[in-house]
T-cell receptor, first 112, second 114 residues
Framework: KAGVTQTPRYLIKTRGQQVTLSCSPI?????VSWYQQTPGQGLQFLFE???????NKGNFPGRFSGRQFSNSRSEMNVSTLELGDSALYLCASSLTDSEGAFFGRGTRLTVV | AQSVSQHNHHVILSEAASLELGCNYS??????LFWYVQYPGQHLQLLLKYFSGDPLVKGIKGFEAEFIKSKFSFNLRKPSVQWSDTAEYFC????????????FGTGTKLQVIP
Protein backbone atom coordinates (compact mmCIF):
# COMPACT_ATOMS: atom_id res chain seq x y z
CA LYS A 1 0.00 0.00 0.00
CA ALA A 2 1.09 3.57 -0.60
CA GLY A 3 3.06 5.26 2.17
CA VAL A 4 2.69 8.69 3.67
CA THR A 5 2.96 11.33 0.97
CA GLN A 6 4.11 14.86 1.65
CA THR A 7 4.05 17.71 -0.81
CA PRO A 8 5.94 19.64 -1.82
CA ARG A 9 9.34 18.07 -1.15
CA TYR A 10 11.17 21.38 -1.14
CA LEU A 11 10.12 24.96 -0.54
CA ILE A 12 11.92 28.26 -0.41
CA LYS A 13 10.07 31.15 1.18
CA THR A 14 10.90 34.67 2.29
CA ARG A 15 10.67 35.93 5.84
CA GLY A 16 7.19 37.15 6.66
CA GLN A 17 5.45 34.94 4.13
CA GLN A 18 3.21 32.05 5.00
CA VAL A 19 3.38 28.46 3.83
CA THR A 20 1.08 25.46 3.66
CA LEU A 21 2.37 21.91 3.65
CA SER A 22 0.30 18.89 2.75
CA CYS A 23 0.26 15.33 4.00
CA SER A 24 -1.68 12.32 2.75
CA PRO A 25 -1.64 9.49 5.29
CA ILE A 26 -1.64 5.79 4.65
CA UNK A 27 -5.09 4.64 3.66
CA UNK A 28 -7.14 3.80 6.74
CA UNK A 29 -4.95 5.76 9.14
CA UNK A 30 -6.93 8.41 10.97
CA UNK A 31 -4.15 9.84 13.10
CA VAL A 32 -1.76 12.32 11.52
CA SER A 33 1.09 13.96 13.39
CA TRP A 34 3.49 16.68 12.35
CA TYR A 35 7.10 17.13 13.44
CA GLN A 36 9.85 19.64 12.90
CA GLN A 37 13.36 18.25 12.48
CA THR A 38 16.40 20.49 12.77
CA PRO A 39 20.07 19.69 13.43
CA GLY A 40 20.02 21.64 16.68
CA GLN A 41 16.69 20.61 18.18
CA GLY A 42 16.21 17.18 16.69
CA LEU A 43 12.68 15.92 16.17
CA GLN A 44 10.03 18.01 17.85
CA PHE A 45 6.36 17.22 17.98
CA LEU A 46 4.11 19.91 16.52
CA PHE A 47 0.59 18.51 16.76
CA GLU A 48 -1.57 15.51 16.13
CA UNK A 49 -4.94 15.25 14.45
CA UNK A 50 -7.41 12.44 14.73
CA UNK A 51 -10.74 12.40 12.91
CA UNK A 52 -10.45 16.09 12.01
CA UNK A 53 -9.79 17.14 15.61
CA UNK A 54 -6.53 18.34 17.07
CA UNK A 55 -5.84 15.80 19.79
CA ASN A 56 -2.56 17.16 21.06
CA LYS A 57 -0.19 20.02 20.51
CA GLY A 58 3.50 20.53 21.16
CA ASN A 59 5.24 23.66 22.37
CA PHE A 60 5.23 25.75 19.23
CA PRO A 61 3.91 29.30 18.78
CA GLY A 62 0.48 29.97 17.36
CA ARG A 63 2.03 30.74 13.97
CA PHE A 64 2.06 26.99 13.47
CA SER A 65 -1.37 25.58 12.82
CA GLY A 66 -2.90 22.61 11.12
CA ARG A 67 -6.08 20.94 10.11
CA GLN A 68 -7.32 17.58 9.00
CA PHE A 69 -9.96 16.87 6.41
CA SER A 70 -12.63 14.20 6.37
CA ASN A 71 -10.46 11.98 4.18
CA SER A 72 -7.70 12.20 6.86
CA ARG A 73 -5.44 14.32 4.67
CA SER A 74 -3.80 17.04 6.70
CA GLU A 75 -2.29 20.42 6.10
CA MET A 76 0.11 22.41 8.19
CA ASN A 77 0.35 26.16 7.94
CA VAL A 78 3.09 28.45 9.18
CA SER A 79 2.40 32.18 9.07
CA THR A 80 4.84 35.08 9.30
CA LEU A 81 7.82 32.87 8.56
CA GLU A 82 11.05 33.41 10.42
CA LEU A 83 14.55 32.29 9.48
CA GLY A 84 14.45 29.82 12.37
CA ASP A 85 11.53 28.01 10.79
CA SER A 86 13.89 26.52 8.23
CA ALA A 87 13.67 22.81 8.86
CA LEU A 88 12.51 19.46 7.61
CA TYR A 89 8.83 19.05 8.39
CA LEU A 90 7.74 15.47 8.77
CA CYS A 91 4.29 14.03 8.74
CA ALA A 92 3.44 10.65 10.20
CA SER A 93 0.29 8.61 10.22
CA SER A 94 -0.73 5.78 12.46
CA LEU A 95 -3.55 3.34 12.91
CA THR A 96 -3.20 2.84 16.66
CA ASP A 97 -0.74 3.78 19.41
CA SER A 98 0.69 0.29 19.42
CA GLU A 99 1.44 0.25 15.72
CA GLY A 100 3.81 3.17 15.77
CA ALA A 101 3.92 5.90 13.21
CA PHE A 102 4.78 5.72 9.55
CA PHE A 103 6.68 8.73 8.33
CA GLY A 104 6.73 10.54 5.05
CA ARG A 105 9.90 11.82 3.41
CA GLY A 106 9.24 15.31 4.64
CA THR A 107 9.11 18.82 3.21
CA ARG A 108 12.36 20.75 3.36
CA LEU A 109 11.46 24.38 4.07
CA THR A 110 14.09 27.05 3.67
CA VAL A 111 13.30 30.57 4.80
CA VAL A 112 15.51 33.30 3.35
CA ALA B 1 6.54 16.76 31.05
CA GLN B 2 7.94 13.61 29.58
CA SER B 3 11.44 13.55 28.18
CA VAL B 4 13.67 11.08 26.38
CA SER B 5 17.44 10.93 26.75
CA GLN B 6 19.80 9.31 24.32
CA HIS B 7 23.20 9.70 25.90
CA ASN B 8 25.27 8.54 22.94
CA HIS B 9 25.21 11.20 20.24
CA HIS B 10 27.73 9.63 17.91
CA VAL B 11 28.92 6.03 17.97
CA ILE B 12 31.61 4.57 15.75
CA LEU B 13 31.96 0.80 15.53
CA SER B 14 33.78 -1.69 13.37
CA GLU B 15 31.79 -4.31 11.52
CA ALA B 16 30.90 -7.33 13.66
CA ALA B 17 31.12 -5.33 16.88
CA SER B 18 28.19 -5.43 19.27
CA LEU B 19 25.94 -2.43 19.64
CA GLU B 20 24.00 -1.01 22.54
CA LEU B 21 22.36 2.39 22.34
CA GLY B 22 20.94 3.83 25.51
CA CYS B 23 17.48 5.34 25.88
CA ASN B 24 16.00 6.60 29.12
CA TYR B 25 12.67 8.28 29.51
CA SER B 26 10.90 10.14 32.24
CA UNK B 27 7.19 9.59 32.54
CA UNK B 28 5.31 7.90 35.31
CA UNK B 29 2.36 6.61 33.36
CA UNK B 30 1.85 3.95 30.75
CA UNK B 31 4.00 4.42 27.72
CA UNK B 32 4.57 2.86 24.37
CA LEU B 33 8.23 2.76 23.35
CA PHE B 34 9.71 2.79 19.89
CA TRP B 35 12.99 2.86 18.09
CA TYR B 36 13.13 4.47 14.67
CA VAL B 37 15.98 4.46 12.18
CA GLN B 38 16.83 6.97 9.51
CA TYR B 39 19.26 5.73 6.88
CA PRO B 40 21.17 8.40 4.94
CA GLY B 41 18.85 10.16 2.56
CA GLN B 42 15.84 8.13 3.58
CA HIS B 43 12.79 8.68 5.75
CA LEU B 44 12.28 7.53 9.29
CA GLN B 45 11.38 3.87 9.60
CA LEU B 46 10.05 1.92 12.53
CA LEU B 47 12.67 -0.50 13.85
CA LEU B 48 10.80 -2.03 16.75
CA LYS B 49 8.21 -1.25 19.38
CA TYR B 50 7.15 -2.16 22.87
CA PHE B 51 3.53 -1.92 23.85
CA SER B 52 3.06 -4.58 26.54
CA GLY B 53 4.02 -8.14 27.39
CA ASP B 54 7.53 -9.54 26.95
CA PRO B 55 9.95 -6.72 27.76
CA LEU B 56 12.47 -8.08 25.26
CA VAL B 57 11.28 -7.12 21.83
CA LYS B 58 12.77 -8.07 18.51
CA GLY B 59 12.67 -5.85 15.49
CA ILE B 60 13.82 -5.90 11.92
CA LYS B 61 17.38 -6.52 10.74
CA GLY B 62 18.46 -8.34 13.91
CA PHE B 63 17.81 -5.47 16.32
CA GLU B 64 16.28 -5.99 19.72
CA ALA B 65 15.47 -3.81 22.70
CA GLU B 66 14.78 -4.45 26.34
CA PHE B 67 12.27 -2.49 28.36
CA ILE B 68 13.35 -2.20 31.99
CA LYS B 69 10.54 -0.44 33.78
CA SER B 70 12.45 0.08 37.03
CA LYS B 71 15.19 1.90 35.16
CA PHE B 72 12.89 3.73 32.73
CA SER B 73 15.10 2.41 29.98
CA PHE B 74 14.60 0.95 26.53
CA ASN B 75 18.08 0.22 25.17
CA LEU B 76 18.61 -0.92 21.62
CA ARG B 77 20.99 -3.80 20.92
CA LYS B 78 22.44 -5.75 18.04
CA PRO B 79 25.01 -8.52 18.52
CA SER B 80 26.96 -7.86 15.33
CA VAL B 81 26.62 -4.66 13.30
CA GLN B 82 27.08 -4.34 9.57
CA TRP B 83 28.19 -1.42 7.44
CA SER B 84 24.60 -1.10 6.25
CA ASP B 85 23.52 -0.28 9.81
CA THR B 86 25.12 3.15 9.46
CA ALA B 87 22.22 5.46 10.22
CA GLU B 88 20.69 7.69 12.85
CA TYR B 89 18.63 5.99 15.53
CA PHE B 90 15.84 7.66 17.46
CA CYS B 91 14.13 6.47 20.60
CA UNK B 92 10.54 7.64 21.06
CA UNK B 93 8.01 7.53 23.84
CA UNK B 94 4.28 7.69 23.25
CA UNK B 95 2.14 8.70 26.16
CA UNK B 96 -0.88 6.50 25.96
CA UNK B 97 -2.64 8.07 28.91
CA UNK B 98 -5.28 10.35 27.48
CA UNK B 99 -3.51 12.45 24.92
CA UNK B 100 -1.45 10.70 22.33
CA UNK B 101 1.69 12.72 22.67
CA UNK B 102 5.05 11.58 21.45
CA UNK B 103 8.52 12.64 22.48
CA PHE B 104 11.63 11.75 20.53
CA GLY B 105 15.18 11.53 21.77
CA THR B 106 17.83 13.65 20.08
CA GLY B 107 19.09 10.70 18.10
CA THR B 108 22.30 8.69 17.94
CA LYS B 109 24.37 8.65 14.80
CA LEU B 110 25.92 5.26 14.25
CA GLN B 111 28.84 4.91 11.90
CA VAL B 112 29.98 1.39 11.10
CA ILE B 113 33.44 1.09 9.63
CA PRO B 114 34.01 -1.81 7.22
Amino acid sequence: KAGVTQTPRYLIKTRGQQVTLSCSPISGHRSVSWYQQTPGQGLQFLFEYFSETQRNKGNFPGRFSGRQFSNSRSEMNVSTLELGDSALYLCASSLTDSEGAFFGRGTRLTVV
Amino acid sequence: AQSVSQHNHHVILSEAASLELGCNYSYGGTVNLFWYVQYPGQHLQLLLKYFSGDPLVKGIKGFEAEFIKSKFSFNLRKPSVQWSDTAEYFCAVWNSGGYQKVTFGTGTKLQVIP
